[in-house]
């Protein structure tokens, strides 16, 4: 049997996928934890109604914050990944919605009514798009969460008018309470530790991965992964829809590599952990379970294609042909 050093405690990947591929469908949240949906959904509303008494920038960012510090959490003890918050459905996604269409009616009324004519006629497709974007992994991953932070606080500190004061504000604001979630994650990963000593080791390396991310910039693979995984999922609720993941290998091989020079990892930890993540994105979207494979190239430094066998070895893993799952 091929050596796994970091994943060998506990139940493999293979014993487990099956079921943390329904995860989503009935999540473990700590019920002590925070808000119940409907509590969540009465001060969110009470907040939303502050619309007019603060700037939009200033609400949207409070709005998420809101979320974040008092959604229910909780950690599954077969998961090696956190992410599970109970941020009541599409909140985030329906308030924006409710700007847009706000604007669509008013300031850019021309712009939507150019839209709408080339969806009737056929010419084109398109919308006001508040949905697709491109995040800065490497400097994410780079900087990490603190980064960021005293990026942003040095950024407040020589702000010269009061629109750059109002954005780095927001920004210090948001990024405070995503320290916070992962703060909150990882004390439900030590009681998951507790809870389930099976499952023990997978749950202390959890919550030491989540308490070194509130520290410092990811240095192991592991860190990065969760890191990535974490930060899609507050875009993801927050509403946007489609987002670039950049080159998986340029973003995360650095990480791998040098866990592999150092002992932490073997080529069979990479192989429990990538498709893990892939399946955690692929059981929240049911169209993407219907997709047989997913392409990943290989990239030079520089970012072009090549021909060629993946890097990393857990990318063996994750070329194979996806099967549709019920």
Same mark, same amino acid.
């Given at each position: 049997?091929? @050596?796994?050093?970091?994943?060998? =405690?506990?139940?493999?990947?293979?014993?487990?996928?099956?079921?943390?591929?329904?995860?989503?469908?009935?999540?473990?949240?700590?019920?002590?934890?925070?808000?119940?949906?409907?509590?969540?959904?009465?001060? %969110?509303?009470? #907040?939303?109604? @502050?619309?007019?008494?603060?700037?939009?920038? $200033?609400?949207?960012?409070? #709005?998420?914050?809101?979320?974040?510090?008092?959604?229910?959490?909780? /950690?599954d003890p077969e998961d090696w990944f956190a992410d599970h918050f109970d941020h009541g459905g599409d909140l985030m996604t329906r308030h924006r919605e409710t700007?847009?269409?706000?604007?669509?009616?008013?300031?850019?009324?021309?712009?939507? +009514?150019?839209?709408?004519?080339?969806?009737?006629?056929?010419?084109?497709?398109? $919308?006001?798009?508040?949905?697709?974007?491109?995040?800065?992994?490497?400097?994410?991953?780079?900087?990490?969460?603190?980064?960021? #932070?005293?990026?942003?606080?040095?950024?407040? $500190?020589?702000?010269?008018?009061?629109?750059?004061? +109002?954005?780095?504000?927001?920004?210090?604001?948001?990024?405070?309470?995503?320290?916070?979630?992962?703060?909150?994650?990882?004390?439900?990963?030590?009681?998951?530790?507790?809870?389930?000593?099976? %499952?023990?080791?997978?749950?202390?390396?959890?919550? =030491?991965?989540?308490?070194?991310?509130?520290?410092?910039?990811?240095?192991?693979?592991?860190?990065?992964?969760?890191?990535?995984?974490?930060?899609?999922?507050?875009?993801?609720?927050?509403?946007?829809?489609?987002?670039?993941?950049?080159? %998986?290998?340029?973003?995360?091989?650095?990480?791998?590599?040098?866990?592999?020079?150092?002992?932490?990892?073997?080529? +069979?930890?990479?192989? +429990?952990?990538?498709?893990?993540?892939?399946? @955690? /994105?692929?059981?929240?979207?049911?169209?993407?379970r219907q997709r047989q494979k997913f392409l990943l190239w290989r990239s030079d430094r520089r970012g072009n294609r090549s021909g060629g066998a993946p890097v990393?070895?857990?990318?063996?893993?994750?070329?194979?042909?996806?099967?549709?799952?019920?």
């Amino acid at each position: 049997m091929t @050596e796994r050093k970091f994943t060998a =405690a506990g139940p493999s990947y293979d014993q487990v996928k099956d079921r943390l591929f329904d995860q989503y469908v009935n999540p473990r949240f700590d019920e002590a934890s925070g808000l119940d949906t409907p509590a969540l959904q009465a001060g %969110f509303a009470a #907040l939303a109604g @502050e619309d007019g008494r603060m700037s939009r920038l $200033e609400l949207r960012s409070r #709005l998420f914050c809101y979320v974040l510090e008092n959604a229910r959490v909780g /950690v599954d003890p077969e998961d090696w990944f956190a992410d599970h918050f109970d941020h009541g459905g599409d909140l985030m996604t329906r308030h924006r919605e409710t700007w847009r269409r706000e604007y669509a009616e008013g300031s850019l009324h021309e712009s939507a +009514e150019i839209l709408r004519r080339g969806s009737r006629t056929g010419s084109f497709s398109a $919308e006001l798009d508040l949905g697709h974007i491109s995040p800065g992994w490497r400097f994410l991953l780079r900087e990490g969460v603190p980064g960021i #932070l005293a990026a942003a606080q040095t950024a407040l $500190e020589s702000a010269a008018d009061p629109a750059a004061c +109002e954005f780095y504000s927001a920004v210090i604001r948001t990024y405070t309470s995503f320290l916070s979630l992962m703060g909150r994650l990882e004390a439900q990963a030590r009681k998951a530790a507790q809870a389930y000593p099976v %499952f023990s080791d997978r749950m202390e390396k959890l919550a =030491a991965c989540l308490a070194a991310l509130q520290k410092q910039p990811p240095s192991t693979l592991y860190e990065a992964l969760q890191l990535a995984y974490l930060f899609h999922q507050l875009i993801e609720f927050e509403g946007e829809l489609v987002r670039s993941t950049g080159s %998986f290998e340029l973003n995360f091989g650095p990480f791998y590599e040098a866990d592999l020079a150092a002992g932490r990892i073997t080529a +069979e930890d990479a192989k +429990e952990l990538h498709p893990l993540l892939l399946d @955690e /994105v692929l059981c929240q979207y049911p169209r993407l379970r219907q997709r047989q494979k997913f392409l990943l190239w290989r990239s030079d430094r520089r970012g072009n294609r090549s021909g060629g066998a993946p890097v990393l070895p857990g990318y063996g893993a994750l070329l194979r042909a996806q099967p549709a799952r019920p």
